[in-house]
């Protein structure tokens, strides 16, 4: 037995004894392409690890990487190298998408606390110990939600920028900055695997765990840096409008799940949100096509509301044609009694 799991056993036995105690906490990263950004995630995770020791909590990250094509797996192992906790990389052979990854993650675990990042998302010092300080003040019946700060580079994220109008989210929750007990994680039976593509598990998980009687907690002192490049290229267009036509896939199983208006609201599916974007795109005058030289006329002017409005309202709207798409050929599997 290493000192690691003799720690741990004596700790999740005092957790549980205490009922609001966290003696020691996994990282659960999900990765896939992300050679370029992975390494200052994980070396901001490790200087965060400072700040667990007068709290006596043991750490270690764990990479679920998802059939990446690129060097992301060698930069994690380059790393686990010479990191001062364990730092582990399980592979996975083909994608499974980022709530599949995260529960091969979860699974292979050994922390009481799950501490969700993203592989773009750079952390501050106290990042760890503010999620572990408030379940400990909060006890045991909680999950915690940092704040996410939105930065188009490394660079910016390392100035560590204070947050803007345009960082607030009301999200149940966001596994790019998270934390969750095991045990209630296993509970709920983690990440639902009916998404099969990327959008609303965490959003679903939270639900769920609320369903279980937990209380999300605000964490703002738990602070990350999603890093965003600017949208400049037709190539970078595409990319984040194909990860919105994911989302429409998963929102139809979102609302599958959870029938009713408040579902509908989550997913955008009514007529107003239908308005607004196409208000958003100044009546379908800003399109796909054209959309770049929009932004890049706001952009020169310092306009930046126009520049977030025209881009979200083309972004979404391929998110909103996804969705619609998938409802009408799940209909039809319907009305032909195909499964």
Same mark, same amino acid.
């Given at each position: 037995?290493?000192?690691?799991?003799?720690?741990?056993?004596?700790?999740?036995?005092?957790?549980?004894?205490?009922?609001?105690?966290?003696?020691?906490?996994?990282?659960?990263?999900?990765?896939?392409?992300?050679?370029?950004?992975?390494?200052?995630?994980?070396?901001?995770?490790?200087?965060?690890?400072?700040?667990?020791?007068?709290?006596?909590?043991?750490?270690? %990250?764990? +990479?679920?990487?998802?059939?990446?094509?690129?060097?992301?797996? /060698?930069?994690?192992?380059?790393?686990?190298? =010479? $990191? #001062?906790?364990?730092?582990?990389?399980?592979?996975?052979?083909?994608?499974?998408?980022?709530?599949?990854?995260?529960?091969?993650?979860?699974?292979?675990?050994?922390?009481?606390?799950?501490?969700?990042?993203?592989?773009?998302?750079?952390?501050?010092?106290?990042?760890?110990?503010?999620?572990?300080?408030?379940?400990?003040?909060?006890?045991?019946?909680?999950?915690?939600?940092?704040?996410? %700060?939105? +930065?188009?580079?490394?660079?910016?994220?390392?100035?560590?920028? /204070?947050?803007?109008?345009?960082?607030?989210? =009301? $999200? #149940?929750?966001?596994?790019?900055?998270?934390?969750?007990?095991?045990?209630?994680?296993?509970?709920?039976?983690?990440?639902?695997?009916?998404?099969?593509?990327?959008?609303?598990?965490?959003?679903?998980?939270?639900?769920?765990?609320?369903?279980?009687?937990?209380?999300?907690?605000?964490?703002?002192?738990?602070?990350?840096?999603?890093?965003?490049?600017?949208?400049?290229?037709?190539?970078?267009?595409?990319?984040?409008?194909?990860?919105?036509?994911?989302?429409?896939?998963?929102?139809?199983?979102?609302?599958?799940?959870?029938?009713?208006?408040?579902?509908?609201?989550?997913?955008?599916?009514?007529?107003?949100?239908?308005?607004?974007?196409?208000?958003?795109?100044?009546?379908?005058?800003?399109?796909?096509?054209?959309?770049?030289?929009?932004?890049?006329?706001?952009?020169?002017?310092?306009?930046?509301?126009?520049?977030?409005?025209?881009?979200?309202?083309?972004?979404?709207?391929?998110?909103?044609?996804?969705?619609?798409?998938?409802?009408?050929?799940?209909?039809?599997?319907?009305?032909?009694?195909?499964?």
């Amino acid at each position: 037995m290493t000192q690691w799991d003799s720690m741990n056993d004596r700790r999740v036995h005092e957790s549980k004894t205490s009922g609001t105690g966290v003696g020691s906490l996994t990282v659960v990263m999900p990765a896939r392409n992300r050679a370029r950004l992975i390494g200052s995630c994980l070396k901001s995770l490790l200087n965060a690890t400072m700040a667990l020791k007068p709290l006596a909590v043991t750490a270690e %990250i764990v +990479v679920a990487d998802d059939a990446s094509t690129d060097e992301t797996a /060698q930069v994690v192992e380059r790393i686990a190298e =010479s $990191a #001062t906790i364990p730092v582990r990389c399980i592979h996975l052979p083909s994608r499974q998408g980022p709530g599949r990854a995260r529960n091969a993650a979860i699974e292979a675990a050994r922390g009481e606390l799950i501490v969700f990042v993203d592989s773009d998302v750079v952390v501050e010092e106290n990042f760890l110990a503010a999620h572990v300080a408030a379940h400990q003040a909060e006890g045991p019946n909680i999950f915690t939600v940092g704040r996410l %700060i939105s +930065v188009p580079t490394l660079e910016v994220a390392l100035s560590r920028p /204070q947050p803007t109008v345009w960082d607030f989210s =009301s $999200a #149940t929750l966001d596994t790019a900055n998270a934390a969750v007990r095991k045990v209630h994680l296993e509970a709920v039976g983690a990440f639902d695997k009916g998404f099969e593509v990327m959008g609303w598990q965490d959003i679903d998980l939270g639900r769920r765990l609320k369903q279980l009687g937990l209380t999300r907690v605000a964490t703002d002192t738990a602070v990350g840096y999603h890093i965003q490049p600017p949208i400049e290229t037709r190539q970078q267009l595409i990319a984040r409008m194909n990860k919105e036509r994911e989302r429409g896939v998963s929102a139809v199983y979102f609302m599958k799940k959870y029938p009713g208006l408040s579902a509908r609201l989550a997913a955008q599916d009514t007529a107003f949100h239908k308005g607004f974007n196409w208000i958003c795109r100044l009546g379908g005058l800003i399109r796909e096509e054209n959309v770049l030289a929009w932004v890049a006329w706001a952009r020169r002017r310092g306009y930046r509301a126009f520049e977030k409005m025209w881009l979200a309202g083309v972004i979404n709207q391929a998110y909103l044609e996804s969705l619609a798409a998938t409802r009408r050929a799940s209909r039809q599997k319907r009305e032909t009694g195909h499964p």
